[in-house]
């Protein structure tokens, strides 16, 4: 029996699980979660968790929030720089392995089940079709899976960094405020966590609603505002302007969704991965998502077929890191 070191390092959360080739990648012979920011590095957490298990690892994979060059990575959104070689010396390690974190999360696919998903849109899948991933989170990760005529292979993508492109006349005042504070504004800028809180400050200086004073008191206390406009937009009745930040976020995710669809053909099925789909999911099962993913002009037929679920299960990175890690052919 092989044992291996599996992990999920994200902007905000750290997962790490040894797994057996016994077991597969769905079961952790022992498991941790971590705040990441509250550790200087990544040696510096897995040398912690390694000293309290019994159990040897001869080799790891980490799925990491950010692009890996030459076994080399630096989160986008965490001050952490992971080089493979030396994390390997420094953990005792016989081998590490670096991937981006979604590109990770795409290795998941192979494993999911019926209960870890929710369907958006049953489509048509085509066998052996590309498969996408767009996961909004800390920061928006994209990724896609091909076929090579063997086997699936996962291929990593900074898709979303991208120039964000509006679909309508309100999207496109929210490109020029952000264009008046950043030189290049991507699909991140307006498609993760921290977008919720842009699109809504716009939509407040554009005075779309009102701000109720109990929920300025929150969003002024809060650390974080984006909790708290997420919250409140599900909430019945929703703060007007809530409502409207998340319904505007839920329609970019939809364009962008389909873009990436349309660029590797995805007639397998995109998924939708990361932190925020799972929190707003009631809001995507609505008409903006699907609206905004299949307005593709002479293409709409086409992106109407393509399946479209959410990934409910949150160890879905750590399962796809553990399917690399056990993946004895790469080795």
Known sequence: MTRVLAGDLGGTNTRLAIVSTDGGPRRWVTREDFHSRDHDSLEELVRS????????VARATFGVAGPVVAGQASITNLPWVIDAARLQA???LSSVTLV???QALAHA??????????TLNPGEPVRGGAMAIVAPGTGLGEAFVIWDGRRYRACPSEGGHTDFAPQDSLQAGLLASLHSRFDHVSYERVCAGPGIAAIYAYLKDCRAGDEPEWLATQLQEASDPTPVIVTAALQEPPPALCRLALEMFVSILGAEAGNLAMKVLATGGVYLGGGIPRRILPLLAG??????FQRKGRLTPLLARVPVHVILNPDAGLFGAAVYALDERRV
């Open 49 to 56: 968790f390694l000293s309290r298990t019994n159990h040897p």
């Open 90 to 92: 420094a953990c005792g």
């Open 100 to 102: 981006n974190d979604v």
């Open 109 to 118: 696919l192979l494993v999911l089940e019926a209960d870890d998903l929710h």
């Open 287 to 292: 008409a903006q998502f699907m609206t905004g």
